[in-house]
Nanobody
């Protein structure tokens, strides 16, 4: 059983920064493609960023390019999302998720962590 636990959310003023963490337990973390998603109030869930097994391949939503950075530490079974220059529209519950390949669905999800950006 794979378990994902997010942390690092909170309240931050516009222009501020936060780093989210997602600790993964269970099967081999390094074999998973990891993603971060978010769901804002009244909005559908959207993908924010994703990273391949060896950190060499990353993808970002256009809305966060240049502001957010995803990385992973396979030795610590943890994936991170560094969020800079935060905007009120970044307010959402952020989820991490894991899948076995780029072309498969995300099979495992965390419980989410709230990020609130005040204007």
């Amino acid at each position: 059983q794979v378990q994902l636990v997010e942390s690092g959310g909170g309240v931050v003023p516009a222009g501020g920064s936060l780093r989210l963490s997602c600790a993964v337990s269970g099967r081999t973390f390094s074999s998973y493609v990891m993603g971060w998603f978010r769901q804002g109030p009244g909005k559908e869930r959207e993908v924010v960023a994703a990273i391949g097994w060896g950190s060499g391949s990353t993808r970002y939503a256009d809305s966060v390019k240049g502001r957010f950075t995803i990385n992973r530490d396979n030795a610590k079974n943890t994936v991170y999302l560094q969020m800079n220059s935060l905007k009120p529209e970044d307010t959402a519950v952020y989820y991490c998720a894991a899948r076995t390949a780029w072309d498969t669905s995300y099979d495992y999800w965390g419980q989410g962590t709230q990020v609130t950006v005040s204007s």
